[in-house]
C-alpha cells in the first residue's frame, strides 16, 4: 500500500491529511469551526426506507454525530383549483410529518441520538441536493435500494447515474434486504 508520501508500507495505510487538506473537493468538515456530522436520510413510505434509517443510527450510535431525515412533496400532486390544492398540500404536510414521526421512533428505538427534520416540497432529487448545499454539516447522504424487479429506486437511480463526483458528500446505499442484524454488523 502506499502512504501519504508515495513509499511503500506493507500491510498498512499510512494515513496523515493536514486539517487544511480538502476531501471531495471540500474542505473537511465542509463548514467552518464547529463541525458537526450529520447523515442525511431522505423519507418516504417504502420499506428500504426504514433500511436507511436503521443504517444511519447505527452508524451514529456507533460514532458520533446527528441525523437530519427529509421528507419531500413533489410539486405534480397539487395541480388544481386553489381550494382544493391548499387542502392537498396540508394533506401531503401531514403525511409527511407522520412519516417523520415514524421514523423517529425507530431512531429512539436504536439510541438516544440527535435528529433533525425538514420538509420541502420540490422534485426529490433537486431538494436533497440543495439540502446538501445549504447545510454544510451533512457528510454522507444514505439511501436504501429498493428490492422490487423495477430496479433500484428512483432517488438512487437519480443519483449513480451522474457519476460518483456529482455531489460534495458520499452516498451510502444500503441493500433494502437487509436485517437489522446485518446492519448492525457492518455499522
Not at 452508524?59 to 405534480?76: Q, W
Not at 446538501?132 to 423495477?150: M, P, Q, Y
Not at 430496479?151 to 443519483?159: D, I, N, Q
Request: with cysteine; glycine share 8%.
Amino acid at each position: 500500500m502506499l502512504c501519504s508520501t508515495g513509499l511503500a508500507r506493507p500491510g498498512k495505510w499510512w494515513h496523515h491529511r493536514p486539517q487544511s487538506q480538502q476531501l471531495w473537493g471540500m474542505p473537511l468538515g465542509r463548514g467552518s469551526g464547529d463541525f458537526k456530522r450529520k447523515y442525511l436520510v431522505v423519507i418516504d413510505d417504502t420499506e428500504e426506507c426504514d433500511r436507511a434509517v436503521t443504517f444511519a443510527a447505527t452508524r451514529i450510535k456507533h460514532s458520533s454525530g446527528s441525523i437530519l431525515l427529509l421528507a419531500v412533496i413533489e410539486p405534480g400532486e397539487f395541480q388544481h383549483w386553489l381550494g382544493v390544492e391548499n387542502i392537498m398540500r396540508a394533506e401531503a404536510k401531514e403525511e409527511a410529518e407522520r412519516l417523520l414521526d415514524i421514523r423517529r421512533r425507530r431512531i429512539a428505538e436504536i439510541g438516544d441520538i440527535k435528529v433533525e427534520t425538514v420538509v420541502r416540497e420540490g422534485r426529490p432529487a433537486e431538494e436533497v441536493e440543495k439540502l446538501i448545499h445549504e447545510d454544510r454539516d451533512i457528510a454522507i447522504l444514505v439511501l436504501a435500494a429498493g428490492t422490487a424487479k423495477e430496479g433500484p429506486g428512483p432517488l438512487v437511480s437519480a443519483f449513480t447515474s451522474r457519476g460518483a463526483n456529482f455531489l460534495p458528500v458520499p452516498v451510502s446505499i444500503v441493500p433494502g434486504s437487509l436485517s437489522d442484524e446485518e446492519i448492525t454488523a457492518l455499522s
